[in-house]
């Protein structure tokens, strides 16, 4: 291994992969000083220390293993910076902002509804590296760099490329790399970049046989999935084979001078689904830090009830590209909150609970922090659900498995094209109306709740397997909203945590289409009554689902600044 130090961290890296599911001992032995040039010190154990006063760091590593029913998923782009990790439609659409100029949006997502908004365009500050986020680890010798090819749409000879047009046709940049097997930094060569133009990275999809991502051997060894939204693990002639390539992602970007922002790619840590196949399995933790706890708020139409019983949580997987930008006046009109004086800022719509959400800050000032639209991913809910049809009562219990699920942030629907941003106020605690000691992030959240590979299972039928083509749900482009807040500390060590519940009530409607003629195989006793006209052919029902207010919790932190500074060799190596 390999060990550095830089200022108060020490760095050490291993320089051969670890085996998964085992566990580790890290002596960090009695010759650790300080670096005082005259009496240096020793570095002392003790009790309340990482150590806890032995000298040595005990760790498991992950074993990343699945359930023999979890779905094998192919990997996506967790995070991207610039952009967002799906292949984009209706890029340079034309919109007009809060000042009346003309902007060129980014785009939305394919496998969304036509009628979703659009990104903000992407930005790329040119003090900023490139960087790219899986949700498992990835194949190193996959993350290779290609040559756009002329017309934009794909990189020759590698995975990803980065390019600028000239006279109709794009020109290739080189790129650097430093890699690990969940993260790619790229810097472009220097001098290529200038603030004011524009740029396109991209990602190759494959479908046209080029190279691309992988996922690690111990999970299939499949190519980067570029579309989730129109499913994950829903390929193959029975529906269930992970769904692999897609269209290239195609990134335009603007660049931007170096403005002095204090920047990081925030990751959920302790985070549960290690190893990306949307499914809690038995070998990982249960992160209660990064998840969403659920509850069946109502039911509707042919849905006679519905339970949660099968387990309550979502647990989350994200990387956020992030900025902390200059202090300004404080202004949270920007996030939809209504100023009503005295500090006192309030919603204008009621939460899904029916309350107003309000914050009480002190000050006259707060920092801007820039978010980046991404997507957060989320592991698999179960809804046990009944039918009830008439006469017959609630006769079928039909439990409705989400599979994985994809929640992209969203622009702000009632407001003009702008970026997505989050701030860092002082609030006054409304228990006890004294100043709270750390700085509180708040941001508005608004986001569309993607269930690609929507199953219906039936427990008529032995095993419980899926029944084909019988069941749709709107869980595709399904809004959500709500205010998140929480602490914001700063570490000494550079590290940044932000710790984010929802402070609003937070509800869906599954609209669920179920096609009774196609279960007529496994209960016959309701042919006569579909063909007499009692039952529809096709019934529908919904089931409203609820996040209560501090259900959903995200808790995201940085590599230490000093991280940024580890060695291309270093990095190859893999990360501790």
């Known amino acids: 291994m390999q060990v550095r130090s830089s200022g108060s961290n020490l760095v050490i890296t291993p320089l051969n992969e670890l085996a998964a599911g085992q566990r580790y001992y890290l002596d960090l032995g009695d010759g650790l000083k300080d670096q005082d040039l005259f009496d240096p010190s020793h570095l002392?154990?003790?009790?309340?220390?990482?150590?806890?006063?032995?000298?040595?760091?005990?760790?498991?590593?992950?074993?990343?293993?699945?359930?023999?029913?979890?779905?094998?998923?192919?990997?996506?782009?967790?995070?991207?910076?610039?952009?967002?990790?799906?292949?984009?439609?209706?890029?340079?659409?034309?919109?007009?902002?809060?000042?009346g100029n003309t902007v060129k949006m980014a785009g939305r997502c394919v496998g969304g509804l036509a009628s979703d908004s659009l990104f903000y365009p992407f930005f790329y500050d040119v003090s900023r590296p490139i960087e790219i986020s899986f949700n498992m680890p990835m194949e190193m010798a996959s993350m290779t760099f290609g040559t756009i090819a002329a017309d934009g749409e794909s990189c020759e000879g590698g995975a990803m490329c980065l390019g600028e047009q000239a006279n109709g046709q794009w020109q290739n940049i080189p790129m650097s790399a430093r890699r690990n097997s969940l993260r790619l930094r790229a810097q472009p060569a220097p001098d290529t970049i200038t603030p004011g133009n524009e740029y396109r990275l991209v990602i190759n999809g494959g479908d046209n046989g080029e190279a691309v991502f992988r996922s690690h051997d111990r999970f299939g060894n499949l190519d980067i999935n570029t579309d989730p939204l129109n499913g994950m693990g829903t390929c193959g002639p029975l529906s269930n084979q992970p769904c692999e390539g897609g269209p290239p992602i195609l990134l335009d970007f603007t660049a931007t001078p170096d403005e002095g922002a204090a920047y990081a790619t925030v990751l959920t840590r302790e985070y549960t689904d290690v190893n990306g196949n949307g499914n809690w399995d038995d070998d990982e933790v249960e992160a209660v830090n990064n998840h969403a706890r659920g509850h069946v708020k109502s039911t509707g139409g042919l849905i006679g009830g519905a339970n949660l019983d099968d387990g309550d949580q979502i647990f989350t997987h994200a990387a956020l590209p992030m900025a902390f930008l200059p202090k300004e006046p404080l202004d949270l009109s920007y996030i939809g909150l209504v100023d009503e004086g005295n500090g006192r800022w309030c919603a204008t719509q009621e939460d899904a609970d029916g309350d107003i959400f309000c914050i009480q800050t002190v000050g006259e000032s707060a920092i801007p922090v820039e978010i980046n639209a991404q997507h957060v991913m989320g592991t698999s809910l179960t809804a046990n659900a009944t039918l009830a049809i008439p006469v017959l009562g609630d006769l079928i219990p039909l439990p409705l498995e989400t599979g994985a699920l994809v929640l992209r942030f969203r622009p702000y629907d009632d407001k003009p094209p702008q970026p997505l941003r989050g701030f860092v106020v002082n609030q006054i605690d409304p228990d006890t109306g004294e100043e709270i000691d750390n700085p509180i992030f708040i941001t508005r959240l608004d986001a569309w709740l993607d269930a690609p590979d929507l199953r219906l299972l039936s427990a008529l039928i032995p095993g419980g397997q899926a029944i084909p083509n019988v069941a749709d749900a709107?869980?595709?482009?399904?809004?959500?909203?709500?205010?998140?807040?929480?602490?914001?500390?700063?570490?000494?060590?550079?590290?940044?945590?932000?710790?984010?519940?929802?402070?609003?009530?937070?509800?869906?409607?599954?609209?669920?289409?179920?096609?009774?003629?196609?279960?007529?195989?496994?209960?016959?006793?309701?042919?006569?009554?579909?063909?007499?006209?009692?039952?529809?052919?096709?019934?529908?029902?919904?089931?409203?689902?609820?996040?209560?207010?501090?259900?959903?919790?995200?808790?995201?932190?940085?590599?230490p600044t000093h991280a940024r500074l580890t060695t291309a060799g270093q990095e190859n190596a893999g990360e501790l």
Request: hydrophobic share 45%; charged share 20%.
């Open 44 to 99: 002392q154990f003790v009790p309340g220390d990482a150590t806890y006063g032995t000298g040595q760091i005990v760790f498991d590593t992950a074993s990343y293993a699945a359930n023999d029913d979890a779905s094998v998923l192919p990997p996506v782009v967790l995070g991207a910076y610039p952009g967002i990790g799906c292949a984009l439609q209706d890029r340079g659409a034309e919109r007009q902002d809060a000042d």
């Open 474 to 559: 709107n869980v595709r482009s399904l809004p959500v909203s709500a205010y998140l807040t929480g602490p914001v500390k700063f570490l000494r060590n550079g590290q940044i945590t932000l710790e984010s519940r929802n402070a609003s009530a937070i509800a869906a409607t599954l609209n669920l289409s179920v096609d009774l003629g196609a279960l007529i195989p496994v209960l016959g006793d309701l042919l006569d009554l579909i063909i007499g006209g009692i039952v529809p052919e096709e019934g529908v029902g919904s089931l409203e689902l609820g996040i209560a207010k501090d259900d959903f919790r995200i808790r995201v932190v940085n590599n």
